[in-house]
């Protein structure tokens, strides 16, 4: 099972960035599919998630209205579009799988990608 995150980068505030994470190795249709972030000193934090099967989506209140997660389940792509970007988004970005509905703690989620660095200049 691999999770593959890509599409960070360096920005500056207030500009868009999306990333994706394709999944590999099984089927991840009833999957819920998730976005945590890293900052450097902090403990890792749920940003986004969204069901592989419903489509049902569930964001944290720091990126909600910025931030929109998709699926793609042809490609088993799920992407984070992420605008009006702020300094305080600086982190690194990983993907993370669950067979679990509607969880937004990091420790039970199963699988997880490497992470993509994010970082966005004031």
């Known amino acids: 099972v691999q999770l593959q995150a890509s599409g960070g980068g360096l920005v500056q505030a207030g500009d868009s960035l999306r990333l994706s994470c394709a999944a590999s190795?099984?089927?991840?249709?009833?999957?819920?599919m998730g976005w945590f972030r890293q900052a450097p000193g902090k403990e890792r934090e749920f940003v986004a998630a969204i069901s592989m099967a419903s489509g049902r989506t569930y964001y944290a209140d720091s990126v909600k209205g910025r931030s929109t997660i998709s699926r793609d389940n042809g490609k088993s792509t799920v992407y984070l579009q992420m605008n009006s970007l702020k300094p305080e988004d600086t982190a690194v970005y990983y993907c993370?799988?669950?067979?679990?509905?509607?969880?937004?703690?990091?420790?039970?989620?199963?699988?997880w990608g490497q992470g993509t660095q994010v970082t966005v200049s004031s």
């Open positions: 190795g099984r089927t991840f249709s009833t999957y819920t």
């Open positions: 993370a799988a669950t067979w679990r509905t509607a969880v937004i703690a990091p420790g039970l989620y199963e699988y």
